[in-house]
């Protein structure tokens, strides 16, 4: 948390534009921080069958429902979040009044909503019927469970082999990454899950959206003086990822990182290129 902190005063002072996102971000990841302690999570049951599905036709280790939840803290922090939330913009605010006036008549049923994370599509289904702003309750949501996910992906961890797996999606959960890596001397480039935080390796000249390997039709762009950020552009598909290359940037939260780089995605969506995971944080 401390170098967390840090690196947020750094980039607060290179980019006061984004000081407020940036505050946001510092309080919800401390709350979601101090709960780590208390989490008590179910152990995973990976079942007999697991190695011989593994890998094959797109089979993960696990899906995204599979993560237990410890629903008690997942609660108790989504309380917490509503609570910056409500006083970190007018939008936010309004949003969590409605949640919470959603929740008193149990229009929402918040235990069994975080009891093992609901689907990504019931909880936007939810919104839509309380007329609430999807993104927002689905943030909200994903980041009350966060901290038992990670938990999970921690647990499972010793199962899968980060070098070796070389796809586009994640091993642990199937999700799509939110964001590419650069690492060590000789630029090893993995893959963040937007899920659940695992990072696996992938070939240097790789489209994780539509597999392509082919280096005329895979390109990258930086902001001028901030080579350590850029985007990788995919011709075949029109899609992007951005790239955090920490060779020339001392060890941060990619996410972080993603969050203080808003132009680069300007930049790509002007050129017309897509974010398949747009980072939750600022949409
Ligand atoms: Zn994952
Ligand atoms: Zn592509």
């Known amino acids: 948390m401390e170098k967390l902190k840090k690196r947020i005063e750094q980039l607060k002072k290179k980019r006061p534009g984004y000081g407020e996102i940036l505050d946001f971000y510092q309080k919800v990841r401390e709350a979601q921080d101090k709960v780590k302690a208390s989490l008590k999570i179910d152990p995973i049951n990976l079942g007999k069958e697991w190695n011989h599905f593994f890998g094959k036709e797109g ?3 696990i899906q995204k429902e599979d ?3 410890d629903t008690e803290v997942s609660v108790k922090l989504f309380q917490n979040l509503c609570q910056i939330g409500k006083e970190a913009n007018p939008h936010m605010a309004e949003q969590v009044k409605k949640i919470k006036k959603a929740i008193d008549d149990k229009r929402i049923d918040l235990k069994k909503l975080l009891k093992k994370e ?3 599509e019931r909880i936007e289904q939810m919104a839509d019927e309380l007329g609430l702003d999807k993104k927002v309750f689905l943030f909200l949501i994903q980041s009350s469970t966060k901290p038992s996910v990670e938990a999970g992906m921690e647990q499972l961890r010793g199962e899968l082999d980060p070098e070796t797996w070389l796809k586009g999606y994640c091993p642990m959960c199937g999700s799509l990454p939110s964001l590419s890596l650069l690492k060590e001397e000789v630029g090893k480039r993995y893959l963040l899950c937007s899920f659940c935080g695992y990072q696996w390796r992938i070939d240097r ?6 597999d392509n390997k082919n280096q005329e039709s895979l390109h990258y762009l930086f902001a001028q003086g ?8 995919c011709e075949k598909c029109h899609r992007y990822i951005k790239t955090i290359d920490y060779r020339n940037l001392q060890e ?3 996410v972080l990182e993603d969050l203080a780089t808003p132009h ?5 969506s002007q050129k017309g290129y897509k974010r398949p995971v747009p980072n939750p944080w600022t949409t």
């Open 252 to 254: 941060s939260d990619p």
């Open 59 to 61: 089979f993960s280790l």
């Open 226 to 233: 901030e080579e350590t950020h850029r985007i990788d552009l």
């Open 67 to 69: 993560f237990p939840v």
């Open 264 to 268: 680069l995605d300007i930049l790509a």
């Open 205 to 210: 000249l790789f489209c994780p959206f539509c």
């Open 118 to 120: 609901a689907k990504e």
